[in-house]
């Protein structure tokens, strides 16, 4: 009876010890691979957070699971399910870079389209200005030549960091930029009774 009982303890110390050597031996990949995953995800996350933040929550969610697994010391699912969950996190990468360079090609028509008439335009409203506040000039009767000469002040500086959002590649701060000049610049000539800059041929409303 002695021998069958230490037998079976002997038995059962065995079986622990092979799963305990089978549980080391797959922590390694595992945690290779978990690593992979996280690493892919890190580089994925800020395109995807601001381009396809819906698709970016799901493979989190899916990263979360895995990282429990391993916590839970399920290394077999990790080694098992990792290379799928890398293949997401990579087509992740991929939507949110394409839909990142579709963004960016419409933010610099929008840009282009926005700023290709405002260097005429600025000129137009600063020599209309400067002819107002000649003396002598009936034009400028009922029009308050100081306060449009600050409101356009105040356009171009907004255009000059405008100017500098586009350049350091901050597109989106560039076109909401330029469309707020466009519109100062618009408020500036209806002020000085000037016509839309912009249109065909820019003249003094009579």
Same mark, same amino acid.
């Given at each position: 009876?002695?021998?069958?009982?230490?037998?079976?303890? !002997?038995?059962?110390?065995?079986?622990?010890?092979?799963?305990?050597? #089978?549980?080391?031996?797959?922590?390694?990949?595992?945690? $290779?691979?978990?690593?992979?995953?996280?690493?892919?995800?890190?580089?994925?996350?800020?395109?995807?957070? =601001?381009?396809?933040?819906?698709?970016?929550?799901?493979?989190?969610?899916?990263?979360?699971?895995?990282?429990?697994?391993?916590?839970?010391?399920?290394?077999?699912?990790?080694?098992?399910?990792?290379?799928?969950?890398?293949?997401?996190?990579?087509?992740?990468? *991929?939507?949110?870079?394409?839909?990142?360079?579709?963004?960016?090609?419409?933010?610099?028509?929008?840009?282009?389209?926005?700023?290709?008439?405002?260097?005429?335009?600025?000129?137009?409203?600063?020599?209309?200005?400067?002819?107002? #506040? $000649?003396?002598? !000039?009936?034009?400028?009767?009922?029009?308050?030549?100081?306060?449009?000469?600050?409101?356009?002040?105040?356009?171009?500086?907004?255009?000059?960091?405008?100017?500098?959002?586009?350049?350091?590649? !901050?597109?989106?701060?560039?076109?909401? #930029?330029?469309?707020?000049? =466009?519109?100062?610049?618009?408020?500036?000539?209806?002020?000085?009774?000037?016509?839309?800059?912009?249109?065909? *041929?820019?003249?003094?409303?009579?």
């Amino acid at each position: 009876m002695t021998s069958l009982l230490g037998f079976t303890r !002997n038995s059962i110390i065995l079986a622990a010890a092979i799963m305990f050597a #089978g549980c080391a031996d797959n922590m390694e990949p595992a945690q $290779k691979m978990l690593a992979q995953v996280q690493t892919a995800m890190s580089a994925a996350r800020a395109d995807a957070q =601001k381009y396809v933040p819906d698709k970016l929550k799901d493979v989190e969610g899916s990263v979360a699971r895995l990282q429990s697994a391993f916590d839970g010391k399920d290394y077999a699912t990790v080694i098992t399910a990792g290379p799928a969950m890398l293949a997401d996190v990579k087509d992740l990468a *991929t939507a949110a870079a394409a839909k990142k360079t579709d963004v960016t090609q419409t933010l610099n028509a929008e840009w282009s389209k926005i700023t290709a008439a405002l260097p005429a335009q600025v000129g137009a409203i600063q020599q209309r200005i400067n002819d107002l #506040g $000649k003396r002598g !000039n009936k034009q400028a009767k009922g029009i308050d030549v100081p306060a449009a000469q600050a409101a356009f002040t105040d356009a171009t500086g907004r255009w000059s960091t405008a100017q500098a959002a586009f350049a350091a590649g !901050n597109l989106e701060d560039a076109v909401s #930029g330029a469309k707020d000049v =466009k519109s100062k610049l618009a408020a500036v000539a209806d002020a000085i009774k000037l016509q839309a800059p912009g249109s065909a *041929t820019t003249a003094v409303a009579k």
